[in-house]
């Protein structure tokens, strides 16, 4: 076994409230430029940063970013103030003062250089080339002249060398507006001045012997200021303590105060480089930043915020923040080890890594340290420092031989643990336990590992790996708690402890208690970073501490605060959390050994800030917090459970119409809840979708349809007027037509059929004469009698078809009947009709009896010309509003390729065609030739 023995003093100076530099620039965040002037933190707790291209705005986690594009007058953001709630000023080099409300700009005062603003009774104070002062929307210029080294007056500047204009700091405090020497000042002055009723007056006169370069409150009644290396401490009344800076070759340039906290920017005579120096005046603790740490920059402006860190403004290295290491991270005595048990004696603390053993002095602080060869597992529980501490190996062979590390501390492989009260004493190792009360003693075999041993009154608590045990020494039974519960199955009780008479347990489920045989998970819905628990202690304040998978826990009040850092140095995981008979908490874990004074109770760190911002139905939920614990925000509608808010933004334009409240709160895993206030949303439906719009567009709709209706209607009277007008005018155009055409039948009649008449019957009777037949002329008389027969019943036929009383289909049939049975009255063949109609009186239009009486006239005497032909048949028929005429005969048909002459067909197509009508002619067997109409009726 190898020894390696060393011995360390522990350092405690300045080690419990250390400090930590962060930086933002313009590559590690979105700042926009790394020559920053001004700081702000504003009411919300928002940090405010001028820089050299436009405003920013920092919330912990990004910048919001304001330039000339957003209503600047100049990029060139010098200086930042609060001017009331919700509205800062600020002043810009070139486009002078400007304030800063609901994220708009409001233009103040004439486009000036300057580079330093407060407000001051109800107005605004600034420096630049010019003093200037706004109050009552009225911005007025001041100038201040350094008389003789006596006095300073306000008066305009004049050309005298014995006066020099001067342009000294200023600061508000108490409302009050207090001058004094500006630290770049070529030729400064001493004393502090007042400004009062328009002048400016000596104060603090047991200060005129300093040039003060820095100056401000520390109460209401106390006041600090500093010159050369020294800070001055006074009241109205006189010099309470000067103290030097223990860095004589430094000049304080400016100091700020905040809660027992100083910070100053010194600047070295010697490197011509600035430092910071924080002083904690209630712990009289001192610490520098040195140049180095701020890349060598020189130092804008410095600001203490809310959750006492330090911001830093640089001329070209972007903004710094110092901050302290939080107490959970700072006092850590022994880290980059695997920390895996804690042990307390008398006088040491003892720690087992897996091949190290450290051990703490708690009176000295000293840590003695020693590597071994076998590889550690933990203390024995029956360990005492007076007698043996064993460290049980991690070892599975039988071998009990021990190994001495110490006088009295020895490593051996595992041996049984041991508990006992006054009624009961119990033994275990692995599975196995001895219960031994009244007497009796009883082994048992359990199925699963036991953790950890309880006794409380009669029963045995047994943590094992699937579940939890209790044994009644009353009745030798054991009741299964946990392992056979389906919500708990598999469930590794780690570790149980009592307060009062409830029963905690660290198990791989969470958080548990067992009291009155009613089982709690506190883990579910409480915010518990890591359901898998290692160990927990239960300390003095009967406040709980757990280890976990992901750092460590605190439970009090129902609340888990959480601790689990990122950090390279701090444990991520710890094995287990010891509170010694000294009040220390020591937590362990991968990355060594916390240590926590525990004298006062468990307070929850500062909490975040929540800036809620409501534009219509979208609220937009800023969290400020500047330390790098997580943060949480969730938001609750109406009496609904908490949800998480992952985005920035909630947008209520998709929820149902109807009223809601709303709140958001947020936490850091280690703070309590702050809660932002209530909102009330009233989300209506859009106009045209209210039952007042709906009803207002039904009416509206029915008065439209109404007068829709109306006007159609008057549009049809109107139309049905014409038509009947129309119809009228018609009937008497029918009228007068019908009876010119009667007229003209009746002319045709007269005068031309009868002379035709007499001309065919004259001709006849002279062709009839045996003499005229023989002589010449007797062929030409002949053709006359011919042609006039044809003319004449040409002439009938018209004088018949424009007759209007024939427009009726009766006539046309009547018509046709006697043509057919006159034509083939003599002849071989039998002609018949059949006549089928819907209306006994059907007017056929115009024209159409003229071209249907010659179509068939044609068809019947074809028949008799050319078909040899038996029989033949006419037949009418109305259906469906059409005319259908057919005439058919059984005659030997003919072939329409191999004819000649094709008039007669043509003819026939054409006069079906001048009536919209539809012909075919079929010639197979027989001709048939079928006529059908449009609709006509």
């Known amino acids: 076994m190898k020894r390696f023995f060393g011995v360390f003093l522990l350092f405690f100076f300045w080690s419990s409230a250390q400090y930590k530099i962060k930086q933002y620039n313009t590559l590690n965040s979105n700042l926009p430029h790394d020559l920053c002037y001004g700081l702000e933190q504003d009411h919300n707790g928002f940090i405010w940063i001028g820089t050299d291209d436009g405003l920013a705005r920092f919330n912990g986690s990004y910048f919001k970013n304001y330039t000339s594009k957003d209503g600047l007058f100049s990029n060139y953001v010098i200086d930042i103030t609060t001017y009331a709630k919700d509205t800062l000023a600020l002043v810009t080099w070139g486009g002078g003062m400007q304030l800063l409300a609901e994220d708009r700009f409001i233009n103040i005062g004439e486009k000036l250089k300057l580079n330093k603003i407060k407000k001051f009774n109800q107005g605004l104070f600034t420096k630049g080339v010019y003093y200037v002062f706004y109050q009552n929307n ?36 108490h409302d009050q507006l207090y001058f004094f020497s500006d630290f770049n000042e070529v030729k400064p002055f001493k004393g502090i001045y007042k400004f009062e009723e328009e002048a400016l007056k000596k104060d603090f006169l047991f200060l005129n012997d300093y040039e003060i370069t820095g100056f401000g409150a520390i109460d209401a009644t106390s006041y600090f200021a500093t010159f050369q290396h020294k800070m001055v401490f006074f009241t109205d009344k006189g010099i309470k303590r000067i103290e030097s800076i223990p860095y004589q070759n430094c000049r304080i340039k ?90 307390e004696g008398h006088k040491k603390v003892y720690f087992i890594a897996a091949h190290k053993l450290f051990q703490i002095d708690k009176t000295t602080q000293n840590i003695d340290s020693i590597t071994v060869d076998e590889e550690l597992w933990r203390f024995g529980t029956n360990s005492n420092e007076n007698k043996k501490i064993r460290i049980f190996k991690r070892s599975s062979s039988n071998d009990s031989h021990e190994v001495k590390i110490f006088d009295n501390i020895c490593i051996t492989n595992q041996k049984p643990d041991s508990v006992a009260n006054e009624a009961i004493r119990t033994t275990f190792i692995e599975y196995d336990i001895t219960i031994e009360s009244k007497g009796i003693k009883k082994k048992y075999l359990l199925k699963n590992k036991i953790r950890k041993v309880l006794l ?26 946990l392992g056979t519960n389906k919500d708990y199955a598999n469930n590794d009780i780690k570790d149980i402890a009592f307060i009062d008479d409830t029963l905690w347990m660290a198990t791989s489920k969470g958080l548990l208690t067992l009291e009155n045989n009613k089982i709690i998970n506190y883990s579910k819905g409480n915010e518990l970073l890591e359901a898998g628990l290692n160990s927990l202690c239960v300390d003095h ?47 362990i874990g991968n990355k060594g050994v916390l240590k926590v004074n525990n004298q006062n109770e468990f307070q929850s760190r500062e909490k975040p800030k929540i800036n809620v911002t409501q534009k219509g139905l979208i609220f937009n939920v800023d969290i400020i917090s500047f330390s790098k614990i997580e943060v ?16 920035a933004e909630l947008d209520f334009k998709n929820f149902q119409y109807g009223k809601y409240t709303l709140q958001f709160r947020s936490r850091l895993l280690n703070s309590d809840w702050v809660y932002s206030k209530k909102y009330t949303l009233n989300i209506k439906a859009p106009w045209y979708k209210q039952s007042w719009s709906l009803l207002l567009i039904v009416f509206l709709s029915g008065v439209i349809v109404i007068g829709v209706i109306y006007i159609r209607l008057k549009h049809v009277q109107k139309r049905n007027q014409f038509l009947q007008a129309t ?129 068939f006239k044609e068809a019947m005497t074809n028949t008799l010309k050319y078909s040899e032909a038996t029989h033949c048949v006419l037949k ?26 094709k008039n007669g067909l043509l003819n026939m197509h054409k006069r079906a065609n001048k009536i919209d009508g539809n012909l075919t002619i079929e010639a197979i067997n027989g001709t048939e030739i079928t006529f059908i109409s449009k609709p006509i009726f």
């Open 632 to 647: 949480l925000k969730e938001y609750k509608v109406n009496q609904e459970n908490w949800q998480k808010l992952t985005e």
């Open 541 to 587: 304040h009967n406040v709980i501490w757990l280890a976990t998978q992901k750092g460590f826990s605190i439970f009090k009040d129902n609340t888990f605060y959480n601790f689990f850092y990122k950090d390279k140095e701090v444990s991520t995981f710890t094995q287990k959390v010891y509170e010694d008979i000294n009040n220390i908490i020591w937590i």
């Open 254 to 343: 400016k100091a700020i105060y905040k809660e027992d906290v100083l910070v100053m920017i010194l600047y070295n005579l010697i490197t011509k480089k600035e430092e910071l120096f924080i002083y904690d005046l209630k712990l009289k603790k001192q610490q520098l930043i040195p140049s180095t740490i701020i890349e060598n920059q020189l130092i804008s402006d410095v600001l203490l915020d809310v959750e006492g860190n330090i911001w830093v403004s640089t001329y070209g290295a972007g903004l710094f923040k110092i901050f302290k290491e939080d107490v959970y991270i700072a006092n850590h005595n022994i880290t980059s080890e695997n920390i895996i048990d804690v042990f």
């Open 456 to 481: 409380k009154d009669d029963k045995v608590y047994i943590a094992t790996t699937n579940g939890l045990l209790i044994y009644d020494v009353n009745t030798n039974a054991f009741k299964l708690l």
């Open 876 to 901: 009418i028929k109305t259906k469906k509003n059409k005319l259908k005429i057919i005439f058919s005969d059984n005659g030997k048909g003919f072939d329409s390729a191999t004819l000649k002459r």
């Open 138 to 173: 009225d911005a007025k210029r001041k100038e201040f002249i350094f008389l003789n080294n006596q006095s300073i007056v306000i008066e305009p500047k004049k050309q005298n060398p014995d006066v020099i204009n001067c342009y000294p700091n200023f600061e508000v405090v």
């Open 727 to 855: 119809i009228l005018k018609n009937e008497i155009l029918q009228t007068e037509l019908s009876s010119v055409r009667e007229n003209v039948a009746q002319d045709f009649h007269d005068e031309l059929g009868n002379k035709l008449a007499g001309i065919t019957v004259l001709s006849g009777m002279i062709i009839e004469d045996e003499k005229f037949k023989k002589t010449d002329w007797f062929k030409q008389l002949e053709r006359i009698n011919k042609d006039a027969q044809e003319l004449y019943f040409g002439i009938k036929d018209f004088i018949w078809s424009i007759d209007s009383k024939n427009d009726d289909l009766n006539e046309l049939i009547f018509y046709l009947k006697d043509f057919g049975e006159e034509l083939f009255a003599s002849t071989k063949i039998e002609f018949n009709i059949e006549i089928n109609i819907d209306n006994t009186t059907i007017k056929l239009p115009y024209y159409w009896s003229r071209q249907l009486l010659l179509l």
